[in-house]
Nanobody, 135 residues
Framework: QVQLVEFGGGLVQAGGSLRLSCRASGRSFSTYVMGWFRQSPVKEREFVATISGGDGNVSFQDYVDSVKGRFTISRDNAKNMVYLQMNSLKPEDTAVYYC?????????????????????????WGQGTQVTVSS
């Protein structure tokens, strides 16, 4: 019952920046744990970033080691949007990027639903947006 649509991909030179966006349907978006994954012809789908859900004051984010310090995940619950700001892009970042949502509230922690890196935890997926980083 949840639809996710990614946009904002494109071509960028190595060292450049790009911001991906994902718009989600659903009236309980603020409770969803959200994630970004990517897939290329040379790799299986790979976790990139995740952000906690819930209406509490505490927010958590986590990243794959290869993007930590370069990428930032954020969300705007009023707009049902999640973002991935990508800086210092490298050719190996080239992939189709997918937005994903975990709706089942199975990992509560205080007022939040905690992040997950595990693909199997996510229930709904977008169609992807292409990011190409040239050398």
């Amino acid at each position: 019952q949840v639809q996710l649509v990614e946009f904002g991909g494109g071509l960028v030179q190595a060292g450049g920046s790009l911001r991906l966006s994902c718009r989600a349907s659903g009236r309980s978006f603020s409770t969803y744990v959200m994630g970004w994954f990517r897939q290329s012809p040379v790799k299986e789908r790979e976790f990139v970033a995740t952000i906690s859900g819930g209406d509490g004051n505490v927010s958590f984010q986590d990243y794959v080691d290869s993007v930590k310090g370069r990428f930032t995940i954020s969300r705007d619950n009023a707009k049902n949007m999640v973002y991935l700001q990508m800086n210092s892009l490298k050719p190996e970042d080239t992939a189709v990027y997918y937005c994903a949502a975990d709706l089942d509230r199975s990992r509560p922690s205080g007022s939040t639903y905690i992040t997950t890196k595990r693909e199997r935890d996510y229930d709904y997926w977008g169609q992807g947006t292409q990011v190409t980083v040239s050398s």
